[in-house]
């Protein structure tokens, strides 16, 4: 009888189960070829038996396939392909235009002329199992990143109820400097006037003279310490320009090492290409002026080392979350500086309160110095962010938003 | 049962022989250089073998099943704790398990481990097969979960010979241990026994 009509006898009732069932000889010819692959892979048994199965599927002519199938000819044990190493053995195109996941079986079944054996090949069809792991998975990505989402969300709620807070609190304090500064000075500017006719009125060699320019000196230094009042308010007058950190910090070079304590270094790596800032020179140059003394003081007595460093790049949301500042930065490219010391550091409740007016960890200090450097940087529409160890040291980066030059 | 030193090295060899070539068909499937090495066979009664079996843990145990008959009678089988099917896993099919359900690192499992299990239990089971002409039929391979105490408790009863092969997998820079065990049935070992001195008596 001829071989395929017996194979056909031999192996009918495999034409009945929804298996992919092929049976080939140790030659490939295919010898059966079962209607449920005949269905996925739309190819009919009569293109396909008494032909080479690897001239159909050139992929299974491949050791990694090959090594495996040789060995059930020999009646060795039963070999499995599964869809996680291999997704499919005979490709077969799903109505949805994606390939089909199958789980592969291949066993030894004896030939019929008793010489050797055969490969039986069961080909089930894993897609729905597959594509329900996936689809789970997607399900599980999705509800996990909506969780992520969530409490992002409700972290950004408590840290903008707690800036709002702060806000409100500095808010009325800044009112009640602004309102003070604002009268004293006129008070001052009374004083000063006064002193000047009289400084005009009393004879140049009298002894009341020295008085008089005492009384001008306090005034002026009054003056002042009302000018950084209304510089912690950020209300203060900015004379903004196209600026370069990198240049700023070029001309305060000489003042910076002469103001440091000698047993400290100081040390600048500058980004060759910065972009520039729109902001007040001076006041730029207040904060960081501001910032070295800061990290000298923290330095103290010890040798140390203060890095003062320039670069711009993109911050993101994320790192901007914890910025130092009370208004909603947008995400976006930003020039900064930063002082980094590596003098005694802070723990996170001293962070929470160093822009508060008049803290300080010095008995020396005003506790105005740092939050006049806020000031200033929220009157720029930029942010400030610290990271500091204990006994480690700290690093204070001041960001303004980078701005391209138009062409003139 | 009490085997000499030289029945004892034969099977190692045989072992190590059929996982070499285990290893060798690893390597052309998959992207991972992986390595396996047999340091340590003995024979074990079913409580010697649970009791050793816990020292992989608590969890349940991955276990492929290749049953054999003919000559022999038995099952042979590639277990590994729980931890270290997923590293496995995760390390052949480029899946980062930490990322992965239980149902998905189950799917998963089941299907990947079947496969390599079916590559090292046939290349063992085959050089024993090759090597002692001893010609045998094998069921298409399982694979279960379960606890060491569930997966022996029917041969506690009886009375089978259980030849240990601790087997280590070296992917890349992790290493994997893995058990392969052989259970047969009393009589069996003596068929294997009688020809590994056949064999050794020939060379």
């Not at chain 1, 938003?401 to 003139?408: E, F, G, I, L, R």
């Not at chain 2, 390599?116 to 069921?139: A, D, E, Q």
């Not at chain 2, 391979?141 to 379960?146: H, R, V, W």
Request: proline share 3%; with cysteine.
């Amino acid at each position: 009888m001829d071989i395929f009509k017996l194979a056909l006898e031999k192996f009918d009732v495999l034409n009945h189960t929804p298996v992919g069932m092929v049976v080939i000889n140790s030659e490939y010819q295919v010898l059966f070829w079962n209607q449920c692959i005949e269905y996925w892979s739309n190819k009919h048994s009569n293109e396909i038996l008494g032909t080479s199965l690897l001239s159909h599927y050139s992929h299974l002519n491949t050791d990694r396939y090959l090594s495996r199938i040789e060995t059930i000819f020999e009646g060795g044990p039963p070999v499995l392909f599964s869809t996680h190493l291999h997704q499919y053995f005979i490709p077969c195109l799903l109505s949805n235009g994606q390939w089909m996941n199958q789980n592969t079986t291949i066993s030894a079944f004896p030939s019929f002329d008793g010489n050797g054996h055969y490969a039986l090949i069961a080909i089930e069809n894993v897609t729905e199992l597959t594509q329900r792991v996936f689809e789970y998975r997607q399900m599980r990505d999705k509800a996990l990143n909506e969780i992520k989402q969530r409490e992002l969300a409700e972290k950004e709620k408590e840290k903008i109820q707690a800036q709002m807070l702060r806000a409100q609190k500095l808010e009325s304090l800044s009112v009640l400097t602004r309102g003070i500064a604002h009268d004293f000075n006129n008070q001052l500017m009374g004083i000063l006037g006064n002193a000047s006719i009289l400084k005009q009125l009393v004879p140049q060699d009298s002894t009341l003279i020295k008085y008089v320019d005492k009384i001008q000196q306090a005034t002026l230094k009054s003056a002042d310490l009302t000018k950084q009042l209304i510089d912690y308010t950020g209300k203060s007058k900015i004379i903004a320009n196209f600026l370069n950190f990198n240049q700023v910090l070029k001309e305060l070079k000489p003042i910076i090492d002469s103001t440091v304590s000698p047993h400290i270094i100081v040390n600048y790596e500058l980004e060759k290409e910065l972009p520039d800032v729109k902001a007040d020179t001076a006041q730029i140059e207040k904060v960081i002026m501001h910032l070295v003394t800061n990290a000298d003081e923290a330095i103290g007595n010890q040798s140390g080392l203060i890095t003062i460093r320039t670069h711009a790049k993109h911050f993101s949301k994320e790192e901007l979350f914890n910025a130092h500042i009370e208004m909603k930065l947008q995400e976006g490219f930003f020039s900064y500086f930063e002082v980094q010391d590596t003098g005694h550091g802070m723990d996170d409740n001293t962070m929470l309160k160093i822009f508060d007016p008049f803290f300080s960890t010095r008995f020396i200090g005003r506790g105005l110095g740092l939050t006049m450097v806020l000031g200033i940087v929220q009157g720029h529409r930029g942010t400030i962010l610290i990271e500091s160890t204990p006994q480690k040291g700290s690093c204070f980066r001041v960001l303004l938003p980078s701005q391209v030059k138009k062409p003139a | 049962m009490e085997l000499t030193r030289i029945q004892m090295d034969a099977l190692s060899e045989i072992i190590n022989i059929g996982v070499g070539k285990g290893a060798a068909v690893l390597n052309k499937i998959l992207n991972s250089h992986i390595q396996l090495r047999v340091p340590l066979v003995k024979i074990l009664d079913s409580t010697e073998l649970i009791n050793e079996l816990k020292e992989m843990g608590n969890d349940k145990l991955s276990s492929v099943n290749l049953g054999f008959k003919g000559t022999l009678y038995g099952t042979a089988q590639l277990i590994f704790s729980s931890e270290n099917a997923s590293e496995l896993v995760a390390t052949v099919t480029g899946e980062d398990i930490h990322n992965l359900s239980m149902d998905d690192i189950s799917f998963m499992r089941s299907g990947t481990l079947s496969e390599i299990g079916n590559i090292v239990l046939n290349s063992v089971m085959g050089t024993f097969s090759n090597m002692l002409s001893l010609p045998l039929h094998f069921v298409v391979p399982g694979y279960i979960e379960d606890y060491a105490s569930n997966l022996y408790f029917k041969m506690v009863e009886k009375n089978t010979a259980i030849l240990l092969a601790k087997t280590q997998f070296s992917v890349e820079k992790l290493s994997i241990h893995g058990d392969i065990v052989l259970l047969f049935e009393v009589p069996s070992m003596d068929v294997l026994i009688h020809r590994i001195d056949q064999y050794f008596s020939q060379v």
